[in-house]
């Protein structure tokens, strides 16, 4: 439950505590942009079954350092060198082992070999298969739309595949003829369910018609498949989405779970007697509440919540122990982040702990070696082990706790000859007296009692998380650079934000920009009062809802000098009628801007353009669907049309966050450029 206090108190108070505790060798060398460009992500660690070896992906900057690509590397559980498996320019990614370890699939959108021409350069995504010892890849599948997920059978011949239907050809052939009007329906991404022989290559596709499939599971003797379906591919539907089993020789799919809110994800129990999914149980579609670890049996019948008094969202995919005896998910916890282990009788309890950022959870076939991603403020993200009590004692109240985590791969060694940026929580009293906590980054070489330039940062969501991970990620903002021209850094997680449980990430819902705008600012006053801050050098910035927030910000306040405005919902009207999830803004308002336009207006910052004074760039991708580029044009002319200093970047080709190198470098130009123009007139 969430902890509400009286505001009696007139001036704030603001404790502190390091977040980070990884040891660490800092180096002295300033970070650059080709620094924070270079940094390689590690994802997707998959355990072999016998446990001997991790497969994971590694995304990194290509040859010609104008995109990223990702490569699948190889490292042993055991300790020694990592190596790349599978690279190709064309990137490769998504490995999963077959049950016996001879083989290890992925996922690729490198051509056929002997394709050559046009088709070579069509080349789609599809399934490739490579001896975890070395040898050459080769292809398994050839559907005829691009490949997003697949999964091994339990007996290793069978793999069952999601894949994109592809355009008819009609539709091919009226664009060609440049006769191709459309409507939206036309051109929805169906996703459809297929099985394929590992032998003979055949595959046949199993789901057809208005039946989108989402996450799916192949029953432990091969002859079913579980999976969750939604009416069409649009992301308000996933809120709507329920669980059906299909036989593996074909059929109408059949029923299971049918219900409100989104059931998902679903996980088929080693011994097939369950089916464990991911759901909001029967509540309303709304995009900020719980979602829970949930099971019903693989004959049907009532689901069960199993994680009803775990406060905080499940995340999937769920991961079962070998007995089915429980099952494994991550989540957030506050600023750090766990892997947790919950029993079928419901009681649950974390396997990892301690400030860092765990998840990403695999384990082998035996559930006693555990791999899952970890970082900190001054680590990057890499894959790391441990071992787990054998199921036998893990089922004791009194089991024994897991040995030390032991990092296994080290993707980024040069960070060590660079400045280290370690994050301290901070926490302060909010509106009401609740307590909200963030994260302060010092500038290198801080002395206490010093007060410097504060850069605020607001995160997305809005029930996204500031966590304690490595302050150099992500990528678009360059926080090094900030910090070595001098600036502290603040991420606040204000009500809203996950990691805090339903309640508080509820607790803006048709409230955006009033408590929410209430607890940053009490925490910006904090670290003023703190004697850290320099008040009349602060500068506010924020993606996504970090950019409603900001452009918020600036409509409320004068006190800060300068503000990037990036990717950001200005009016909540036109964003829902544009946006690729419509839903959203019906969600957190309880209405439509048709039903309560009032509502709509009053938290959208256009509609307080008028009271803008601080010098603000307003950042946006062209292609972003999330939040439409209009989102930005809105923006942007009224400040224009105020005479408020202004400018707007576009970022050609980029979705909702930008993407391509050249491009982030761009960014990390201009935002440091424009902050320093106006926040300390450099």
Same mark, same amino acid.
């Given at each position: 439950?969430?902890?509400?206090?009286?505001?009696?108190?007139?001036?704030?108070?603001?404790?502190?505590?390091?977040?980070?505790?990884?040891?660490?060798?800092?180096?002295?060398?300033?970070?650059?942009?080709?620094?924070?460009?270079?940094?390689?992500?590690?994802?997707?660690?998959?355990?072999?079954?016998?446990?001997?070896?991790?497969?994971?992906?590694?995304?990194?900057?290509?040859?010609?350092?104008?995109?990223?690509?990702?490569?699948?590397?190889?490292?042993?559980?055991?300790?020694?060198?990592?190596?790349?498996?599978? =690279?190709?320019?064309?990137?490769?990614?998504?490995?999963?082992?077959?049950?016996?370890?001879?083989?290890?699939?992925?996922?690729?959108?490198?051509?056929?070999?002997?394709?050559?021409?046009?088709?070579?350069?069509?080349?789609?995504?599809?399934?490739?298969?490579?001896?975890?010892?070395?040898?050459?890849? +080769?292809?398994?599948?050839?559907?005829?739309? =691009?490949?997003?997920?697949?999964?091994?059978?339990?007996?290793?011949?069978?793999?069952?595949?999601?894949?994109?239907?592809?355009?008819?050809?009609?539709?091919?052939?009226?664009?060609?003829?440049?006769?191709?009007?459309?409507?939206?329906?036309?051109?929805?991404?169906?996703?459809?369910?297929?099985?394929?022989?590992?032998?003979?290559?055949?595959?046949?596709? !199993?789901?057809?018609?208005?039946?989108?499939?989402?996450?799916?599971?192949?029953?432990?003797?091969?002859?079913?498949?579980?999976?969750?379906?939604?009416?069409?591919?649009?992301? %308000?539907?996933?809120?709507?989405?329920?669980?059906?089993?299909?036989?593996?020789?074909?059929?109408?799919?059949?029923?299971?779970?049918?219900?409100?809110?989104?059931?998902?994800?679903?996980?088929?129990?080693?011994?097939?007697?369950?089916?464990?999914?991911?759901?909001?149980?029967?509540?309303?579609?709304?995009?900020?509440?719980?979602?829970?670890?949930?099971?019903?049996?693989?004959?049907?019948?009532?689901?069960?919540?199993?994680?009803?008094?775990?406060?905080?969202?499940?995340?999937?995919?769920?991961?079962?122990?070998?007995?089915?005896?429980?099952?494994?998910?991550?989540?957030?916890?506050?600023?750090?982040?766990?892997?947790?282990?919950?029993? !079928?009788?419901?009681?649950?309890?974390?396997?990892?702990?301690?400030?860092?950022?765990?998840?990403?959870?695999?384990?082998?076939?035996?559930?006693?070696?555990?791999?899952?991603?970890?970082?900190?403020? +001054?680590?990057?993200?890499?894959?790391?082990?441990?071992?787990?009590?054998?199921?036998?004692?893990?089922?004791?109240?009194?089991?024994?706790?897991?040995?030390?985590?032991?990092? !296994?791969?080290?993707?980024?060694?040069?960070?060590?000859?660079?400045?280290?940026?370690?994050?301290?929580?901070?926490?302060?009293?909010?509106?009401?007296?609740?307590?909200?906590?963030? !994260?302060?980054?010092?500038?290198?070489?801080?002395?206490?009692?010093?007060?410097?330039?504060?850069?605020?940062?607001?995160?997305?969501?809005?029930?996204?998380?500031?966590?304690?991970?490595?302050?150099?990620?992500?990528?678009?903002?360059?926080?090094?650079?900030?910090?070595?021209?001098?600036?502290?850094?603040?991420?606040?997680?204000?009500?809203?934000?996950?990691?805090?449980?339903?309640?508080?990430?509820?607790?803006?819902?048709?409230?955006?920009?009033?408590?929410?705008?209430?607890?940053?600012?009490?925490?910006?006053?904090?670290?003023?009062?703190?004697?850290?801050?320099?008040?009349?050098?602060?500068?506010?910035?924020?993606?996504?809802?970090?950019?409603?927030?900001?452009?918020?910000?600036?409509?409320?306040?004068?006190?800060?000098?300068?503000?990037?405005?990036?990717?950001?919902?200005?009016?909540?009207?036109?964003?829902?009628?544009?946006?690729?999830?419509?839903?959203?803004?019906?969600?957190?308002?309880?209405?439509?801007?048709?039903?309560?336009?009032?509502?709509?207006?009053?938290?959208?910052?256009?509609?307080?353009?008028?009271? +803008?004074?601080? %010098?603000?760039?307003?950042?946006?991708?062209?292609?972003?669907?999330?939040?439409?580029?209009?989102?930005?044009?809105?923006?942007?002319?009224?400040?224009?049309?105020?005479?408020?200093?202004?400018?707007?970047?576009?970022?050609?080709?980029?979705?909702?966050?930008?993407?391509?190198?050249?491009?982030?470098?761009?960014?990390?130009?201009?935002?440091?450029?424009?902050?320093?123009?106006?926040?300390?007139?450099?």
């Amino acid at each position: 439950m969430l902890r509400r206090l009286a505001p009696c108190l007139a001036v704030l108070a603001l404790t502190t505590a390091p977040v980070a505790t990884a040891p660490v060798t800092a180096g002295d060398k300033p970070w650059t942009s080709d620094d924070i460009l270079a940094l390689k992500t590690v994802s997707d660690p998959r355990v072999s079954p016998d446990g001997k070896a991790v497969a994971y992906v590694v995304e990194s900057l290509n040859a010609e350092r104008d995109a990223y690509q990702t490569d699948v590397w190889l490292v042993p559980t055991a300790g020694g060198e990592a190596r790349a498996l599978a =690279s190709s320019t064309a990137g490769d990614d998504t490995p999963r082992w077959s049950p016996d370890g001879r083989w290890v699939a992925f996922l690729s959108e490198r051509p056929r070999p002997g394709v050559t021409g046009d088709e070579a350069t069509e080349a789609k995504r599809q399934i490739w298969l490579i001896r975890p010892d070395g040898g050459e890849a +080769v292809p398994l599948t050839s559907a005829p739309g =691009s490949v997003s997920a697949f999964e091994w059978s339990a007996d290793g011949k069978t793999i069952g595949f999601l894949a994109r239907e592809p355009k008819s050809e009609e539709r091919r052939k009226r664009e060609k003829d440049k006769n191709d009007a459309w409507t939206p329906s036309e051109l929805y991404p169906w996703s459809r369910l297929w099985l394929v022989d590992v032998a003979t290559r055949a595959a046949r596709q !199993l789901t057809s018609g208005a039946l989108h499939v989402g996450g799916f599971s192949l029953s432990p003797d091969g002859q079913r498949i579980a999976f969750s379906g939604q009416d069409t591919p649009l992301i %308000p539907d996933s809120f709507r989405s329920d669980l059906y089993v299909v036989d593996a020789a074909g059929g109408a799919p059949v029923p299971l779970v049918a219900r409100k809110g989104p059931d998902a994800s679903p996980a088929w129990s080693p011994d097939g007697k369950l089916i464990a999914f991911v759901s909001q149980d029967g509540r309303d579609e709304e995009w900020y509440t719980n979602s829970f670890a949930c099971v019903v049996a693989a004959t049907g019948g009532a689901p069960r919540n199993l994680t009803v008094a775990f406060d905080e969202e499940v995340g999937g995919p769920l991961s079962w122990t070998p007995d089915s005896a429980a099952l494994v998910f991550s989540a957030l916890a506050k600023t750090a982040g766990h892997v947790y282990r919950v029993s !079928l009788e419901g009681r649950v309890e974390p396997l990892t702990s301690g400030p860092e950022v765990n998840g990403g959870a695999s384990l082998d076939r035996t559930g006693e070696t555990l791999a899952f991603l970890r970082q900190d403020s +001054v680590t990057p993200r890499e894959v790391w082990a441990l071992r787990l009590p054998r199921a036998a004692a893990a089922k004791s109240r009194r089991a024994a706790a897991p040995e030390k985590p032991r990092a !296994l791969t080290d993707t980024n060694p040069q960070v060590r000859e660079l400045i280290a940026f370690p994050k301290e929580l901070v926490t302060w009293k909010g509106a009401d007296g609740w307590d909200v906590e963030g !994260l302060l980054v010092y500038p290198p070489g801080y002395v206490k009692g010093t007060r410097v330039p504060l850069a605020l940062n607001v995160h997305g969501g809005p029930a996204g998380t500031h966590t304690n991970a490595f302050t150099p990620a992500p990528r678009v903002w360059g926080w090094p650079l900030f910090a070595q021209a001098g600036y502290a850094i603040f991420f606040p997680n204000p009500r809203g934000s996950g990691g805090y449980g339903e309640t508080f990430r509820a607790a803006n819902v048709r409230d955006w920009g009033v408590k929410d705008y209430e607890d940053i600012m009490k925490g910006v006053d904090a670290l003023v009062e703190r004697g850290i801050a320099d008040p009349d050098r602060l500068t506010v910035n924020g993606w996504s809802y970090g950019g409603f927030m900001t452009s918020t910000v600036v409509t409320r306040t004068d006190r800060f000098k300068s503000a990037i405005v990036g990717a950001a919902v200005t009016n909540l009207a036109s964003f829902t009628g544009t946006a690729d999830i419509p839903e959203f803004a019906r969600s957190y308002f309880r209405s439509w801007p048709w039903d309560d336009p009032a509502a709509y207006v009053e938290h959208s910052a256009l509609f307080r353009a008028g009271n +803008v004074k601080t %010098p603000s760039l307003v950042v946006h991708g062209d292609r972003d669907d999330r939040v439409p580029v209009t989102q930005g044009w809105e923006f942007y002319n009224a400040l224009r049309a105020r005479g408020v200093p202004t400018d707007l970047l576009i970022l050609p080709r980029q979705p909702h966050g930008p993407r391509e190198p050249k491009l982030l470098r761009t960014c990390h130009e201009w935002f440091l450029r424009w902050t320093e123009k106006y926040t300390r007139g450099r």
